[in-house]
């Protein structure tokens, strides 16, 4: 009989262990073995060459930390059944599955407005059908629906396992230190009250730590204007590909992405799942490397940025850019290519970050004599307030050419 009780070696958390059977056979499934070829940081490495690591390395790690916060719970005297055990591990396993190629940037192209946690349920349901209803607990945690909400918080949140391992994960892929936070602290502090997750009070300054490691990780590594610029290429070159499709152009792709650049706007079918499920980053890259040399001169443009890595030229700035400065990229665009359709390569992309959320599920804190605090009203904070405000930044690209 085949041991499923395994043990992983990972490079950021050490060994993680596999406590039940049924989170190997979930390993083991196609459906979550796609992860493999998914990348976590979508075209990051073309800015950190290190950042190459996959969804599955962060759902292997999101899932070790659950085990971890739950067994600190249970120590602090919270009382957690094996069923429950099983099923926030199982959630937060399978809480990126429906994850589209190159994460966030495509899901929307490839699935109209499918966003991919409606896939990653879709899928939980499919699993759940296969495992004789073994997964019900673990998708009614996933949804909310779960009476004890603290196994909710733990999946999602502000303070969840799964912002805990990727921005400690890229942060050790990237070598951007600012995002390396102290994991196992941030644990050791969770409690809960009255089936909240909160933290223990003493633990203000590592949940403060941990709320401006994340916003040092967006400014310099999500949000650096050319991994901004990656993204939005991305998202460009397969709305040029749908673009062009639909008005009768053949373009070379495999079989899986063709059937996604000619679907139309519908729910999705059994059949789109089924295709969905075998989707990954090659498909993408294969078809930028045929895409380089097409007719059409945009999406060529495009392909050719990413895959030669000649990207555009950008300028970042705290407020949008004037218009007319705009127009005149465009109009040096058109002449330096001889084309006129050069408002397709000039830019302005908009990212925004709001740190900590003081209105949608705010963190709080546990004082010793039982009262619950909200994090940015405790004397001892010394940040919260500050980053409780939205930031903006503006960033313009063009071809380096012009």
């Known amino acids: 009989m085949q041991n499923k009780l395994k043990i992983i070696n990972d490079p950021v958390h050490g060994f993680i262990r596999i406590p039940h059977e049924i989170l190997f056979d979930i390993i083991e499934h196609r459906y979550f073995q796609r992860l493999r070829r998914i990348s976590q940081t979508g075209l990051l490495n073309l800015i950190f060459p290190g950042a190459t690591h996959t969804r599955f390395h962060h759902a292997l790690g999101a899932m070790h930390l659950m085990f971890t916060a739950l067994e600190t719970l249970k120590q602090k005297g919270v009382q957690i059944s094996e069923e429950e055990e099983k099923g926030a591990m ?4 399978m809480h990126d599955i429906g994850h589209g190629p190159f994460s966030h940037a495509l899901e929307n ?7 991919h946690e409606t896939l990653s349920l879709l899928l939980m349901n499919k699993l759940n059908e296969e495992f004789d209803g073994h997964l019900s607990v673990a998708i009614e945690m996933f949804q909310g629906k779960y009476h004890r909400k603290f196994f909710n918080q733990l999946i999602t949140s502000q303070l969840d396992v799964d912002r805990l391992d990727y921005l400690k994960r890229d942060s050790f892929f990237t070598g951007v230190s600012e995002g390396n936070v102290n994991t196992q602290r941030i644990i050791s502090m969770m409690n809960v009250c009255e089936d909240e997750l909160v933290i223990d009070a003493k633990g203000v300054y590592s949940i403060e730590n941990f709320l401006t490691a994340r916003m040092f990780m967006y400014w310099q590594v999500y949000y650096h204007k050319t991994s901004a610029l990656a993204e939005f290429i991305l998202v460009k070159i397969l709305a040029r ?7 009768g152009i053949d373009l070379p792709a495999a079989e899986n992405l063709k059937y996604f650049l000619n679907r139309g706007k519908s729910q999705a079918t059994a059949e789109d799942i089924e295709r969905f499920t075998q989707i990954d980053d090659n498909d993408i890259i294969q078809a930028m490397k045929l ?5 059409d001169f945009i999406l060529s443009y495009w392909c050719q940025c990413v895959i030669k890595r000649d990207l555009p030229k950008t300028i970042i700035s705290s407020q949008p850019f004037d218009q ?3 127009d005149e990229k465009i109009k040096n665009t058109n002449e330096f290519f001889g084309i006129n359709n050069a408002h397709e390569l000039v830019y302005e992309i908009e990212r925004s970050l709001l740190p900590y959320n003081t209105d949608k599920q705010p963190i709080y804190l546990l004082q010793k004599n039982g009262k619950v605090l909200r994090l940015e009203e405790s004397e001892d904070q010394l940040l919260s307030g500050l980053i409780a405000h ?13």
Do not use: E, G
């Not at 199982?90 to 396993?93: D, G, R, S, V």
């Not at 590909?241 to 008005?247: E, M």
């Open 90 to 93: 199982l959630a937060i396993l």
């Open 109 to 115: 192209m490839l699935m109209d407005d499918w966003h």
């Open 241 to 247: 590909a749908k673009y062009l499709v639909s008005q």
């Open 291 to 295: 895409w380089q040399n097409s007719d």
């Open 324 to 326: 007319k400065f705009i």
């Open 390 to 402: 939205k930031t903006t930044r503006y960033i313009l690209t063009f071809p380096r050419q012009q």
